[in-house]
């Protein structure tokens, strides 16, 4: 999600609204099973190499206004992406790259989704519950975990409160802010 958007087209509006959610207890019902007739393919990464994880926060993040890992320097970057805590999950869909989540357990007891996407192709393809659930099985089955976060913004897909709120997170705190122009 873009904590700071730069202000680029007349489409934007003045200001976004970003919604922190949380879920304190993991999900008593099973992760779905995939969609058929697809060949999927979810491998974790650690320690990613900075390129890799620049092409899917670019290619995911792109139509959201995603920017902050753009603008970061390498060094930001690698500090992150090699963190022992933060892991990169990518998404092949028939041997190419289909979207991307983050977990992040840097901070103790707490899992953050700090990143979750579909490549543009991949949009309405009947995945994203399916993704958006392995996600969060993924984040509970980390040691430690007491809660998992994620937060999203009125500038990402239209659908993404709603899909986060039915797999079970739950808002905790709502702020509005202007657009950086």
Not at 11 to 16: H, K, N, R
Not at 104 to 123: H, I, K, N, S
């Amino acid at each position: 999600m873009a904590e700071s958007v730069e202000q680029g087209g007349a489409d934007l509006p003045a200001e976004y609204t970003i919604t922190w959610l949380e879920m304190t207890e993991r999900p008593r019902t099973p992760v779905p099973p995939a969609p058929g007739g697809i060949r999927l393919a979810l491998i974790a990464a650690q320690a990613p190499p900075s390129h890799w994880f620049l092409y899917l926060y670019r290619t995911v993040g792109e139509a959201y206004y995603w920017d902050d890992w753009v603008r970061a320097s390498e060094d930001e970057r690698r500090q992150f992406l090699d963190d022992p805590e933060v892991s990169l999950h990518t998404l092949l869909i028939e041997g190419a790259p289909g979207g991307f989540f983050m977990l992040d357990t840097r901070q103790p007891g707490t899992c953050d989704l700090a990143y979750f996407g579909l490549m543009p192709e991949a949009v309405g393809r009947g995945l994203g519950y399916w993704f958006l659930m392995s996600a969060v099985d993924a984040g509970w089955q980390r040691r430690g975990v007491e809660r998992m976060t994620v937060n999203t913004c009125t500038l990402d897909h239209p659908r993404a409160l709603g899909n986060y709120q039915r797999a079970g997170f739950t808002p905790a705190r709502r702020e509005t802010r202007p657009l950086k122009g």
